[in-house]
């Protein structure tokens, strides 16, 4: 019988942590910290598991229709044995192939909630609109992922939107939405356009994890807090009083800001995740000087030239440059069907990663 060994030795170490932890919890009391984080291992360590006990099932049945074939000399046993092995061996390269996938590291985040910043680039006012228009896709694509989104801030312009920022909640957003940081390029004809020119415009979108209390500590001295009546649409108490408000951090001049919500205190506590989220960013890159800022690298300049994505609007074409992906059905994707792209960068991604990792 061949199977990789090698892995199956990982798997039984997985096997094995994941019974310590179960032992531990059951012995855990009261310590709440602890507790949070073994649940936290065991949520990543299940999946593998249960995957690898499918798995020893399939290698002791081929191994038992192997020992038929070779001790036994009944024809029908025979027989019966011949069709379990050419049953069950094909099915061991699938079952590694996803085991091998599902033992990829994690990133720590990908569980996590997430503030997305959207902002026009190049291109005027086709720029502005078209941050709306995406704005758009992504609440749709969160609706049909049972996720929760809050606006945070919105600043208008005469055509669209000089600035959005929002709030995604709900189960492994950031693994998803992590894929969406960067340059996005539209190619269309605008309204005002009388000649019928196809113009080029691109807007920037930044996607930060949020950020737990305990990951971030911040000395209340070093904060500012302005607050301020917040612009635009809202309801009567956001013309009427100081609602909005502005958190900046003195010693790195980095600035959160919330008037979406319904009072001071609710914004306040928005604008302070914000502004941890945008702290844990510069900390990781402090860390790792090799690794640039996930708004700085993956959202560049928001040059024409600078792009992760074109949507291309008289051809009803959406082009992903990561991994040339182009499928023409550009309407829907605004629609927010953005599952098939997200999933094939999924995908690419574990691919890359397992090269890597050389499982």
């Known amino acids: 019988m061949i199977y990789n060994k090698k892995l199956f ?13 179960n032992k531990e919890l059951e012995n855990i009391g009261n310590n709440v910290s602890r507790m949070k984080e073994i649940n936290k291992s065991l949520k990543l360590l299940n999946p593998i598991v249960e995957k690898f006990s499918e798995f020893k099932k399939i290698l002791s049945n081929l191994e038992s229709a192997e020992q038929i074939l070779a001790n036994e000399k009944d024809k029908e046993l025979l027989e019966l044995a011949e069709i379990e092995i050419g049953e ?19 990133d720590e985040n990908d569980d996590k909630n997430v503030i997305v910043e959207m902002r026009p680039a190049a291109g005027g006012d086709e720029s502005s609109i ?37 709030m995604i909640s709900g189960e492994d957003v950031y693994s998803k939405m992590k894929f969406e940081s960067g340059v996005h390029r539209v190619q269309r004809v605008p309204e005002t356009e009388a000649k019928g020119r196809v113009h080029t415009s691109t807007i920037t979108v930044a996607v930060l994890p949020e950020v737990e209390d305990i990951e971030i500590v911040i000395n209340p001295s070093d904060l500012r807090v302005d607050t301020y009546r917040a612009g635009g649409a809202g309801g009567q108490h956001v013309n009427r009083t100081e609602s909005a408000v502005r958190i900046t951090h003195l010693p790195t001049g980095i600035v959160a800001s919330c ?13 302070m995740k914000m502004l941890k ?3 844990w960013e510069r900390a990781e890159n402090e860390k790792n000087s090799n690794l640039s800022s996930l708004r700085k690298d993956q959202v560049g300049t928001g040059e024409r030239a600078e ?4 949507y291309n609007y008289p051809q009803n074409r959406v082009t992903d440059h990561r991994i040339n992906l ?17 999933n094939s960068l999924i995908a690419n991604d574990e691919a890359l990663k397992m090269a890597e990792a050389n499982i």
């Open 9 to 21: 030795e990982s798997l039984t170490k997985v096997d094995e942590k994941f019974l310590e932890l």
């Open 307 to 310: 792009k992760i994505r074109t």
């Open 277 to 279: 989220s945008k702290l």
């Open 88 to 106: 069950y061996k094909p099915k061991i390269e699938v079952f590694e192939n996803e085991l091998k996938r599902l033992l990829l590291p994690k």
């Open 259 to 271: 008037q979406e919500g319904k009072s001071q205190i609710e914004n306040r506590e928005t604008a």
């Open 326 to 342: 182009t499928l023409n059905k550009l309407e829907m994707i605004m629609l927010g069907d953005l599952d098939e792209i997200i």
């Open 130 to 166: 078209f941050v709306g228009d995406l704005f758009g896709a992504y609440k749709r694509y969160a609706d049909s992922q049972g996720w929760k989104i809050k606006t945070l801030e919105i600043v208008e312009t005469s055509h669209g939107y000089n600035f959005i920022s929002f």
